[in-house]
T-cell receptor, first 114, second 114 residues
Framework: GAVVSQHPSWVICKSGTSVKIECRSLDFQATTMFWYRQFPKQSLMLMATSNEGSKATYEQGVEKDKFLINHASLTLSTLTVTSAHPEDSSFYIC??????????FGPGTRLTVL | AQSVTQLDSQVPVFEEAPVELRCNYS??????LFWYVQYPNQGLQLLLK??????LVKGINGFEAEFNKSQTSFHLRKPSVHISDTAEYFCAVRRSNTGNQFYFGTGTSLTVIP
């Protein structure tokens, strides 16, 4: 099946710094990518929908200026957590949607903000 | 709007015993149904999905699920569990008519006891 990768898989940063997470579709073109976050022992919550070449659509309660999403190409979407704080520590998961509407999950990125 | 309910947050079961993880959903439109498994510190892996056709769906690792439209349920079953099945299991729905967004349940933590 199709593969979605995320980089880095684990990142630790100081409070106040910014962190960029990359999501790549390795063997298909993803016109749409979704970003989810998952707190410990909880389910996945959709943060935003990223469409190639256009602005991301954010879910209610998600700060678009804090979580910057760029979908510059059909194989790459990036999520930048700006001025990260400890409460932003979470597991961030992206998914890529292929042309036949199948959705594939990335392995996730664990962010720890000290 | 769509919602997914997983009533059992934790399910302990002895090795080689059968298990059923419950999932109920609500939706005003027809949906696709999915079960995902998540091992510690990893992303989601698709177990099985129901799109159309036979209501009994077989997936990987010996799991199966049955779509019951009248009861709006999609329970996951395995006749004999292994230690390696210990993981978090998520039920999810996606609207079949439009959009690729998933709605996830809160997850069920399956612990297989030797």
């Amino acid at each position: 099946g199709a593969v979605v990768s995320q980089h880095p898989s684990w990142v630790i940063c100081k409070s106040g710094t910014s962190v960029k997470i990359e999501c790549r579709s390795l063997d298909f073109q993803a016109t749409t990518m979704f970003w989810y976050r998952q707190f410990p022992k909880q389910s996945l919550m959709l943060m935003a929908t990223s469409n190639e070449g256009s602005k991301a659509t954010y879910e209610q309660g998600v700060e678009k200026d804090k979580f910057l999403i760029n979908h510059a190409s059909l194989t790459l979407s990036t999520l930048t957590v700006t001025s990260a704080h400890p409460e932003d520590s979470s597991f961030y998961i992206c998914t890529g949607t292929s042309g036949d509407n199948e959705q594939f999950f990335g392995p996730g990125t664990r962010l720890t903000v000290l | 709007a769509q919602s997914v309910t997983q009533l059992d947050s934790q399910v302990p079961v002895f090795e080689e015993a059968p298990v059923e993880l419950r999932c109920n959903y609500s939706s005003s439109v027809s949906v696709y149904l999915f079960w995902y498994v998540q091992y510690p510190n990893q992303g989601l892996q698709l177990l099985l999905k129901y799109l159309s056709g036979s209501t009994l769906v077989k997936g990987i690792n010996g799991f199966e699920a049955e779509f019951n439209k009248s009861q709006t349920s999609f329970h996951l079953r395995k006749p004999s569990v292994h230690i390696s099945d210990t993981a978090e299991y998520f039920c999810a729905v996606r609207r079949s008519n439009t959009g690729n967004q998933f709605y996830f349940g809160t997850g069920t933590s399956l612990t297989v006891i030797p």
